[in-house]
């Protein structure tokens, strides 16, 4: 399993919280690359419920990880 900034943004907007076969079904409807299904799919499920992408993908940027002050701007 192997995630890029590419195949997270196909997750990005969804509704989440969201089950495994929840975000399957997500990504199927919206049209995601066939990768981000085999991704999904790899995920070790428990039948968690997942309320962001960074639990799928721990990597995965957020605000805090750009060095720049919004307040400047």
Do not use: F
Request: glycine share 2%; charged share 30%; no cysteine.
């Amino acid at each position: 399993m192997y995630w890029t900034l590419e195949l997270a943004s196909y997750l990005s907007d969804a509704p989440w919280p969201m089950t495994k076969s929840e975000l399957i079904d997500y990504a199927i409807r919206t049209g995601a690359p066939m990768e981000v299904v085999e991704n999904l799919q790899a995920i070790e499920d428990e039948g968690e419920i997942y309320d962001a992408i960074d639990e799928i993908w721990s990597d995965y940027p957020t605000d805090e990880d750009y060095l720049w002050n919004e307040d400047e701007y």
